[in-house]
């Protein structure tokens, strides 16, 4: 647990950095900012963050390097785990299985037929959000309220090309599963048909 404690250097302008935000977001019934200071400072403040979260990744990366050079042989001499080294071998060939049903060559052509369409829907969808966004949704901010600014009703947040996109985005997600489900149980087929293989070759075996 201690050696977590430097975390604190990271975590504390990280919530500052959200607080001096949504402080630079309040405003007093004129319009006029409430905090006038406050997006200077939370600017400031994210660019420390930033520097903060940088500089730990370089520390991180520097000790582990130094730790597997100074220390090769310790780690060397850790034995491999054969209960570990036979579970990625079993998971190796299962991914191995499952690419050997999904080649496209061999996809049935109505899961071909899924697959497109929901890979068009995805595509339409976050390009309607990604390029109209103004037209999919109303401005909300932090501190933006649902009683005042969407008059009680969450769903007043989507316009409708957003509900659109949304309905879309859904669409391609149910036609996604869809595939999958296809796709796991043709690898579960496969599977077994190499287990019972495998079992006929060894009854074959034990008969000689």
């Not at 296809?182 to 019972?196: D, I, P, S």
Request: hydrophobic content about 45%; proline content about 3%; charged content about 20%.
């Amino acid at each position: 647990m201690v050696g977590t404690l430097p975390i604190i250097f990271l975590i504390i302008p990280t919530v500052l950095s959200g607080a001096l935000m949504y402080m630079g977001a309040e405003v007093n019934a004129d319009g006029s900012p409430k905090f006038v200071w406050a997006t200077t400072v939370g600017a400031v403040c994210t660019t420390f963050t930033a520097v903060v979260q940088f500089g730990s990744m370089m520390v991180a990366a520097y000790y582990l390097e130094q730790v597997s050079t100074t220390r090769i042989d310790e780690i060397n001499a850790i034995l491999p785990d054969e209960e570990v080294d036979a579970a990625d071998e079993r998971e190796k060939h299962s991914n191995d299985v499952y690419s050997k049903v999904t080649q496209w060559r061999v996809v049935p052509f109505w899961a071909k037929v899924i697959l497109l369409l929901s890979l068009i829907t995805m595509v339409i969808s976050c390009y309607t959000v990604q390029l109209f966004s103004n037209l999919c949704f109303v401005d909300y901010g932090l501190t933006s309220s649902i009683e005042k600014d969407l008059d009680g009703d969450v769903t007043n947040l989507a316009l409708p090309l957003g509900r659109l996109a949304c309905l879309l985005f859904l669409v391609s997600c149910s036609l996604l599963l869809v595939f999958s489900t296809w796709a796991k149980r043709a690898h579960e087929g496969e599977l077994n048909k190499e287990l019972l293989k495998n079992n006929q070759h060894s009854e074959a075996l034990i008969d000689e």
